[in-house]
């Protein structure tokens, strides 16, 4: 007999750089770390929500862990000095294991791809279907079996069985026990019962009759139920599957799409294209007949959660070609409009079965997500209600409607505080609209009052939400109990900062249904591909002596006021401008924004700037060739449509947060040039040598280089020193800026959003821009600032003196504590 042969180490631990995060609860696995150790702004944290449904949820399953594994297996000690915990060296390998491209931990259910596989992208198809993607660098991607991957994948038809074949033939080993059990417990119950609404009523149905006798004996669904006579359940013919066109595609789209793909015989490594395996037939079989009982609308919630206690979680599903109840909307794509593969794809989730899904559909910044949004809708064809976190992004959607679709304009209106009256004109239409309109507290005026009360008194089709990552859940709660919706479509290009949480959008919207991968898309030409780079700026001896004794505020606005720094900012965007590039500066530190802006002479825009500027500076930065470069603050990570860009350097960020380091890379991601031969677009993050800086950096780093981006250090800036004019090269000049920072960080300001919608008057108190009285002197940087911060109590008499208002309470402290020193 020949040796047995042994499953290798996995590689991808050392290839994947470490800070990686687990975004989503895996059973097994260690509780995922929260996003407070990634410095992400716990204050910021929006998602909160039915944690103790989803504990609930968890108990009923048999979740697999380490410790049992331990207790039913001889697990070999493993070779800690090489592998750590990744050594599966104990499993045996299938003979052909050569030919099939997966790992798996049994004791994690982390899953890792050999990307280089020729069945790669067959498993990887397969992977975003039932696993949370954690790492896709080049050559080794990682995965995680997890309850709520798992119920997206039964929600978009995989069955348990399918699940289990399809993933054993991908494997080099053959699949564990404990997977296999996990993988049945948990989809078992799942995907048996949906909530759907046929001509305004609302339906538990599910194919299995024995699932609905079981809910009705529940002492609170059963006395639910709405009475028809004697008969408990009705039974109707199901939906057949695939037989639906997806505009923008010209073919029927579903799981079924699938259908033509030819499984290999069974132990064999599937072939490629063989996917989905035996799906279809199944589900052709067992789909005959669905059955039902009627709730009351009223109930749908309590419904829905006694479902889940009884681990049975309830799937939305919308009938939309047999309602007959809701006005059609005369709305289709345009002719010639082709979608992409992968947006094709994420909506074959949505629309697998021949219904609408509710769910969520992850697509990175410039991939189009607007575009999928639109198709949903022209799929639909019934009202849809369109949410956005802004009136410009309002705008931009209403736009879009028409740019993509052949709307009747007056079909489509926009609610926002501008615009609160019109109202489409035919029997159906489509209302774009602001999550705070719909949300807002306290008195509204008649005409708003009157709009919502027509928004909430009607049925919608189709909902669709945009940025669902940065609205908080008890938002997602209000919009959704107050306006009726048959289905729901939240689209992201992260779902980062949910961590654990993102359990809550699960059940508000509805589970993921698809997830693209950046670096693919960027391998297409779909978005730009960019090269990512972290510049190392050295501090100055005076500026480190002052970093290293000074308070945490302080520390921060040396290191980012670094002199290096500014060199380096100056020099490439002189080299970028050079070369033709549009560059956006962020810093989110406004002073720093302010300082740098002014010395180097370009436009800026932060909070404080009123809505006219930013609208015409952001419009010359499109149009005009003399506005190569703009400084934003980070009311541009979110709040504004910023016109293309090529070139992001970052000066200063928000802390560790991973959210935004992906939302400021969007920002090039749409570049028109992608296509050009040859053509990058950069992103630099600016870091202080030696600093927390550079401790933050990396953190922030982390979901990037889970997608596949390699950031490159840089040392050193060639010729630097060479620049024209180059900034503060001389010593006297750095000390003269290390002077001029220590005096004004007393006044300096912290950026505040203006129209950040969800976080405003949450800390209490707004700081704002402030307005102080000053001298011209002042203004023309004529005063001696090296006297005034040698000489404090100087200070605040002139300030008194001038009738100037009363220090912070923090500046006062710290007055009081130089003031002790110096007695000292
Ligand atoms: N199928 C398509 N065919 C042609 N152009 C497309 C297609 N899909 C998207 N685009 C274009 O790609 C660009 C980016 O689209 P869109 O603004 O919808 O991206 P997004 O994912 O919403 O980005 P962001 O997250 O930054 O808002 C737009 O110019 C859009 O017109």
Redesign the pocket.
């Known amino acids: 007999m020949p040796p047995k042969r042994k499953a290798a180490p996995s590689a991808a631990k050392g290839e994947a750089k470490a800070g990686r995060t687990s975004r989503m609860s895996t059973p097994g696995a260690a509780t995922p770390r929260s996003l407070d150790d990634t410095g992400d702004d716990a204050e910021d944290e929006p998602v909160v929500g039915d944690e103790e449904l989803q504990r609930e949820l968890d108990k009923n399953i048999d979740i697999f862990s380490v410790d049992k594994y331990k207790k039913k297996h001889t697990v070999r000690e493993p070779l800690p000095h090489i592998f750590g915990n990744n050594d599966y060296s104990y499993l045996d390998l299938k003979k052909d294991h050569q030919n099939r491209p997966l790992w798996i931990d049994p004791q994690k259910g982390r899953i890792i791809l050999e990307s280089f596989n020729p069945l790669a992208e067959q498993a990887q198809d397969f992977l975003v279907t039932i696993a949370e993607p954690l790492s896709r660098p080049t050559f080794m991607h990682e995965y995680a079996l997890t309850t709520h991957s798992l119920y997206a994948a039964v929600s978009v038809g995989l069955s348990p069985s399918d699940i289990i074949s399809t993933l054993d033939r991908f494997l080099k080993t053959p699949l564990p026990e404990e997977i296999r059990n996990f993988i049945t417990n948990c989809t078992q119950s799942y995907g048996k019962v949906k909530l759907v609404l046929k001509n305004t009523k609302y339906f538990v149905e599910s194919p299995d009759p024995d699932v609905l006798q079981l809910l009705l004996k529940d002492p609170i669904i059963g006395p639910l139920r709405v009475q028809h006579g004697d008969q408990e359940l009705t039974t109707e013919a199901a939906p057949k599957l695939g037989a639906l066109v997806i505009p923008?595609t010209g073919a029927a789209k579903g799981v079924t799409q699938t259908s033509e793909q030819q499984l290999g015989d069974h132990g064999e490594a599937p072939k490629e294209k063989d996917v989905f395996a035996t799906l279809n037939e199944d589900d052709d079989d067992e789909q005959d007949v669905t059955h039902a009982f009627e709730i009351a609308d009223k109930d749908v919630e309590t419904v829905q959660k006694q479902c889940l206690l009884l681990n049975y979680p309830v799937l939305e599903e919308y009938d939309f070609r047999r309602d007959e109840v809701n006005a059609n909307l005369e709305i289709d794509l345009r002719p010639g409009?082709?979608?992409?593969p992968y947006?094709e794809k994420s909506l074959s989730k949505m629309f697998g079965n021949g219904r609408a899904k509710s769910g969520l559909i992850v697509?990175?910044?410039?991939?189009?997500?607007?575009?999928v949004g639109i198709t949903a809708a022209c799929t639909i064809k019934k009202g849809v209600i369109v949410l956005c976190t802004s009136s410009m992004s309002v705008v931009q959607w209403r736009l879009?409607f028409l740019?993509?679709s052949n709307i009747n304009p007056e079909d489509i209106v926009a609610f926002t505080s501008d615009n609160k009256g019109s109202m489409f004109t035919g029997s159906t239409g489509i209302v774009v609209t602001t999550y705070s309109m719909l949300t807002q507290a306290g008195q509204r005026s008649y005409d708003a009052d009157k709009m919502m009360k027509f928004l909430t008194n009607r049925e919608w089709g189709l909902m669709l939400l945009d940025?669902v990552h940065v609205v908080p859940a008890n938002i997602f709660r209000r919009v959704t109990s107050s306006i009726k919706s048959h289905s729901k479509l939240g689209?992201t290009?992260t779902l980062l900062r949910e961590d654990d949480k993102i359990s809550d959008l699960n059940f508000l919207i509805g589970p993921k249904l698809f997830e693209a991968n950046w670096m693919e898309l960027s391998k297409q030409g779909h978005i730009a591909r960019v090269q990512c780079a972290e510049v190392w700026c050295p501090m100055p001896t005076e500026f480190y002596d002052e970093y290293l004794k000074a308070p945490a505020r302080k520390k921060q606005l040396l290191y980012i006021m670094n002199p290096r720094k500014f060199q380096a900012c100056q020099y490439l965007i002189n080299y970028h401008e050079a070369r033709g590039d549009k560059i956006i500066v962020f810093a989110d530190n406004v002073y720093a924004l302010k300082k740098y802006a002014f010395k180097l002479g370009r436009a800026f825009i932060y909070g404080g700037t009123p809505q006219a500027e930013r609208l015409k500076v952001l419009d010359n930065f499109q149009k005009n060739p003399e506005l190569n470069t703009l400084f934003l603050s980070k009311i541009g990570d979110t709040s504004l449509d910023l016109p293309e860009a090529t070139c992001l350097i970052q000066i200063s960020s928000h802390y560790g947060s991973r959210r935004q380091e992906a939302q400021r890379l969007?920002?090039i991601?749409?570049a028109k040039r992608r296509n050009d031969e040859g053509f990058n677009a950069f992103f630099y993050s600016l870091v202080s040598k030696d600093t927390q800086e550079v401790y933050f950096s990396s953190k922030r780093q982390a979901f990037l280089v889970d997608q596949g981006y390699a950031f490159k250090v840089i040392t050193q800036l060639a010729n630097m020193e060479n620049t024209p004019d180059l900034a503060f090269s001389t010593p006297a000049e750095r000390r003269e800026l290390l002077q001029t920072v220590l005096v004004d960080n007393e006044t300096a300001e912290d950026d505040e959003i203006d129209d950040d919608l969800f976080h405003k008057g949450k800390k209490g108190k707004k700081k704002g821009t402030r307005r102080t009285a000053g001298t011209l002197g002042e203004l023309s940087g004529g005063q001696d600032m090296a006297y005034i911060e040698r000489n404090k109590k100087v200070n605040q008499a002139l300030k008194k003196g001038k009738g100037k208002q009363e220090s912070h309470s923090f500046f006062k402290k710290i007055g009081r504590e130089n003031a002790r020193r110096a007695a000292q």
């Not at 409009?337 to 992409?340: D, L, P």
């Not at 697509?363 to 575009?371: I, N, R, S």
Request: net charge positive.
């Open positions: 923008g409009t082709q979608i992409r947006q697509l990175p910044c410039g991939a189009g997500k607007t575009l879009e740019k993509w940025e689209l290009a969007g920002r991601l749409r």
